[in-house]
């Protein structure tokens, strides 16, 4: 039998009586959820709480800024060169599949039990109490890493030059191509850090409009660069042939792989390990689709929206379909051969001279375009560190709910509820604590920041691999449990068999918020496939002579994780109802088309439904 506990209310940002089962008002189908507003909704939000205000499409665009960063834009170069163009794009489908598994599995259990700290709770509630806390230190230890590689990276794009030479060679008009106001990278860092403060310091809702419009820009921006690329390459202002780049001397997938001790790999063993350096890279560009799950304390919407479910197939296809569409296409117009995006180190990031969308441009003679693309990715980059913020001080502050995660030292304790205050719904505390590491971007004064920002941006891919793991694995154990309490076999369910209460966790049943096919193989997919990058992402690091800095960046995190099973003793309570399983009401479901005449398709009835569904997944 299971271990109960009783828990806290799990979403400080909502009472208790937030969770009880939605009552429908009889007309679903003008007001999906409907629920009863009690005296103790209208009390005053004690000072821990979030405040429950940001709509879908803020989290929707939230999420997407997230991942739109410096990653597609500095790395695509990168995938290219180790896979071939073909592969290139290949890599970010099959590396969007494991992240697009884990953030379902994840999007699953929150869209039941909305609870705060979701990356917490789950593994917390289904696998061990201390996975749970590693889980939330290892997220939030993840962010601040990214923010300060985010404003490393926004020093090296203040260091725009293209090598002359490479311009002769193209025939640019122009003799120089440079963007270079000699600042210094304590000076950047200083001013971007400070900017990425203030923006997290509006109140929710301003902060979710200002991350909208910021979200919108960046699709409209990726969305340009894929329009930009066919058109180059239908025109062809540099006469080569359609599809060039995967013709001789070049062709669809790279041909080798030049190790660091200069070694050049053949054959298919090459081909892979460079397939799969060039799916590790892919990694970073994609890190992000579980900031649906961590604004769950603040969204207004999980109710009527349906939230959680949309927002997470939304965030997946969108990034998937887009970084896929922009790899491909600027695939047509560089050989993956070009000297810029060429990069033999084991773990290292470019300039902004590097990216392959400003290759682009130059190799076929285009004025202005690389300036502005270089000026975008600082632009890209800033909003990124942003949202990273955002994603370190909620996890913190999840984190700062729970005595247990911290050492029981007075002043650990002190500063523990401190953090977790909030002011106006702010957590004004855990954003100022997290801010402060990204004074970890002052590395950018070093003359070997092209690789440090490489290493720091590998163990924050390696620190969320670890969490994406947990959380499929929890998914595993809460995919069994769910399914006894539907079958009315779990003793600590009350009422267990009650055919209303096994209905609740029954994943058949159309009133379940979310439930995507074959998501118990998708688990284990993203499980295992998380271990298999965890364990072989510095693959390259053991080549002689070993490189001892690349290795450890590549496997401090698993040394973070800091897990001994040899004394390991699990502690899971496996707690299906607290707080109560939420259930969809809505008729027809978000996300769902309903025609009202099947026969006859072309009525205006059917197409204001339609147009309804298309808006849904549109905006």
């Not at 700290?117 to 230190?137: A, C, K, N, Q, Y």
């Not at 961590?294 to 379909?321: G, P, Q, W, Y």
């Not at 392959?356 to 130059?362: A, D, G, I, P, Q």
Request: hydrophobic content about 45%; charged content about 15%.
């Amino acid at each position: 039998m299971n271990e109960t506990r009783e828990y806290p209310n799990p979403m400080p940002g909502f009472p208790p009586s937030h969770f009880d089962a939605p009552k429908s008002t009889g007309t679903p189908s003008t007001d999906y959820f409907h629920t009863v507003q009690t005296e103790e909704d209208l009390l005053p939000a004690p000072p821990n709480q979030l405040r429950p205000v940001l709509s879908e499409r803020h989290v929707n665009m939230m999420s997407f800024s997230q991942c739109i960063g410096i990653g597609l834009f500095l790395q695509a170069g990168r995938v290219i060169y180790l896979a071939g163009p073909g592969l290139g794009f290949l890599a970010y489908i099959l590396s969007g599949t494991v992240l697009w598994s884990s953030a379902a599995c994840l999007g699953e259990m929150t869209a039941l039990f909305p609870v705060r700290g979701p990356l917490i709770e789950f593994p917390r509630r289904f696998l061990d109490e201390s996975l749970g806390f590693t889980s939330g230190w290892m997220t939030w230890f993840s962010w601040i890493v990214l923010i300060a590689a985010e404003l490393v990276a926004i020093t090296h794009i203040f260091q725009f030059r293209y090598p002359p030479e490479l311009l002769a060679q193209a025939n640019y008009p122009n003799h120089t191509l440079e963007f270079y106001p000699g600042i210094s990278p304590s000076v950047l860092v200083a001013c971007f850090l400070l900017i990425m403060l203030l923006v997290n310091m509006l109140p929710v809702k301003q902060l979710g409009r200002v991350e909208y419009v910021f979200g919108l820009i960046k699709m409209l921006f990726i969305i340009l660069m894929i329009v930009l690329n066919v058109v180059i390459h239908i025109i062809q202002p540099v006469q080569h042939g359609p599809f060039w780049t995967y013709n001789q001397p070049y062709s669809f997938a790279s041909q080798n792989i030049t190790l660091p001790n200069g070694h050049v790999a053949t054959g298919g063993g090459a081909q892979l390990g460079a397939m799969w350096d060039a799916m590790t890279t892919c990694l970073f560009g994609m890190i992000g689709f579980e900031t649906i799950s961590i604004t769950a304390a603040e969204n207004k919407d999980l109710r009527t929206e349906e939230t959680v479910k949309i927002a997470t197939r939304k965030i997946s296809l969108r990034i998937i379909t887009l970084y896929t569409l922009a790899t491909f296409t600027v695939g047509l117009n560089v050989p993956y051969t070009y000297p810029m995006i060429a990069d033999n180190q084991v773990i290292s990031f470019g300039y902004g001279q590097n990216s392959v969308f400003v290759v682009s441009t130059v190799i076929n003679r285009m004025t202005g375009w690389p300036y502005f693309i270089n000026d975008f990715i600082i632009f890209s980059a800033t909003t990124a560190g942003a949202n990273g913020l955002y994603n370190a001080s909620r996890t913190l502050h999840a984190l700062a709910s729970i005595p247990d995660a911290w050492p029981r030292w007075g002043p650990v304790q002190a500063l523990r509820r401190r953090l977790e205050k909030t002011s106006y719904g702010v957590p004004h505390a855990a954003v100022l604590l997290s801010a402060c590491f990204g004074l970890l971007g002052f590395l950018a004064n070093n003359e070997g920041s092209q690789v440090i920002l490489g290493r720091m941006v590998r163990m924050c891919v390696m620190s969320m691999l670890i969490t994406y793991a947990l959380i499929s694995a929890s998914f595993i154990e809460f995919y069994k449990c769910v399914n006894a309490a539907a079958e009315g076999q779990d003793d600590n369910i009350t009422n267990k068999d009650d055919p209303e209460v096994r209905q609740l966790y029954n994943r058949d049943s159309p009133q379940y918020p979310y439930r995507s096919h074959g998501q118990y193989l998708r688990a284990w997919y993203a499980l295992i496939s998380c271990v298999l990058f965890i364990l072989f992402n510095g693959w390259r690091t053991f080549v002689q002579p070993m490189s001892i800095e690349d290795f450890i960046g590549c496997y401090i995190s698993i040394k973070f994780w800091g897990l001994n099973p040899f004394r390991w003793r699990r502690r899971a309570t496996k707690e299906l109802q607290n707080p109560r399983p939420y259930t969809a009401i809505s008729v027809p479901r978000r996300g769902q088309i309903a025609l009202v005449d099947t026969d006859d398709l072309f009525n205006w009835e059917n197409f204001r439904r339609f147009r309804i569904w298309l808006w849904v997944w549109m905006k």
